[in-house]
């Protein structure tokens, strides 16, 4: 009911979550399933492991989700070549930002695409009145605790309105059940979501909404209080993020770490190097105009401590003392 579908598939993490629905589409050897490079392993990995090929796109250098244009070129650029067949689009919804799926749906729906939403980080997020994981034409989640829906341990969920896809979703979770737990009508796997997660899921599910506003108000202090001398991340006009990270940039961004080390505040890189830079993924499909953004950001983006219990003195904190190591005047300022 939360999110808004007919049809929810728990199973045992988020990577079970995506790999799924590649199986029940039957995608894998001549396959190609574009996915943004700037991402988690996890996006790229499943499909790898269903035997397709990830074909890396560039993301947007606002949203840090999958670029329209650069996602249009790489489609074109394999069926130019005709070694592969456009199978399949996995968007992901970075940080808790849905990513743009008007867009994403229409070329969907042109090339004959499944879409599959990666609403790892975005649960609680949504955007022209419409949950994440609600997207495409399943979603696909993980409650992993650092998730914005977190149980304690691993978890995950797919989502979907369409039953016949929800019937497969269930099958190959569980071995390829047919009617019974012993009646095998696919090969399958063993992801099961165990009853001790899902009844901390229930739990937590339950207050996640104020959760979300809780978090709103994190973002909009940090977008106020950092805004002038870093790129500090904010909602862009057409949704609410779940804010599952805070992201800012700064060509700084390397002796600031080290500051706030220093003065015992976490801050992490996400992420470190895009996907098809990694030595597991350096030999698939890429996009022809380029990686640029997704190469470009592991340089200067930090991920500041957010969540939805964070105290304003703390912030504070966290503000003044970035703002003390880059300098109020300095020549770097914000995009608005």
């Known amino acids: ?14 990577t079970d979550a995506l790999l799924l629905p590649l199986f029940a589409a039957g995608i ?15 996006t790229a990995e499943v499909v790898a492991l269903a035997k397709a090929e990830p074909v890396f796109v560039d993301v947007d ?5 999958i670029d329209i244009a650069s996602l249009e070129a790489a489609i074109d650029m394999i069926k130019k070549e005709g070694r592969l067949k456009p199978k399949a689009i996995i968007p992901v919804d970075l940080f808790g930002l849905a990513a743009d799926y008007e867009a994403i749906m229409a070329i969907a729906k042109r090339e004959n695409l499944l879409v599959i939403e990666d609403a790892a980080q975005s649960m609680g997020g949504s955007a022209d009145a419409k949950m994440c994981g609600a997207f495409g034409h399943v979603g696909s989640t993980s409650f992993y605790p650092a998730k ?6 691993d978890g995950g969920a797919m989502f979907t309105n369409d039953g016949a896809l929800a019937d497969k979703l269930r099958s190959f979770a569980f071995h390829g059940k047919g009617e019974t737990q012993y009646d095998n009508v696919r090969v399958g796997i063993n992801s099961r979501l165990d009853t001790l997660q899902a009844a901390i899921l ?8 104020e959760e979300m506003v809780a978090r709103q108000v994190v973002a909009d202090r940090y977008a106020k209080g950092l805004g002038d ?7 862009l006009g057409h949704g609410r993020s779940a804010w599952a990270q805070y992201a800012i940039e700064t060509p700084k961004r390397d002796g600031l770490k080290a500051h706030l080390g220093e003065k015992g505040i976490p801050s992490v890189i996400y992420y470190v190097k895009p996907l098809h830079e990694q ?12 990686l640029a953004v997704s190469e470009e950001l592991p340089k200067q983006i930090l991920c500041l401590p957010m969540h939805a219990y964070l105290s304003e003195a703390d912030q504070d904190r966290i503000i003044e003392t970035i703002r003390n190591y880059i300098g109020s005047n300095s020549a770097h300022v914000a995009a608005a």
């Open 229 to 235: 001398i870093v790129k500090a991340s904010r909602n």
């Open 148 to 153: 914005p829906l977190g149980c304690y341990g």
């Open 1 to 14: 009911a939360y999110v808004g579908v007919k049809h929810v598939v728990a199973c045992a993490n988020g």
């Open 279 to 290: 030595v597991a993924y350096k030999g698939y499909p890429r996009t022809p105009t380029g």
């Open 202 to 209: 229930i739990e937590k599910l339950a207050i996640l909404e």
């Open 61 to 65: 250098r606002d949203t840090y989700n």
């Open 28 to 42: 894998g050897p001549g396959d190609a399933v574009f996915v943004p490079s700037f991402t988690f392993a996890a």
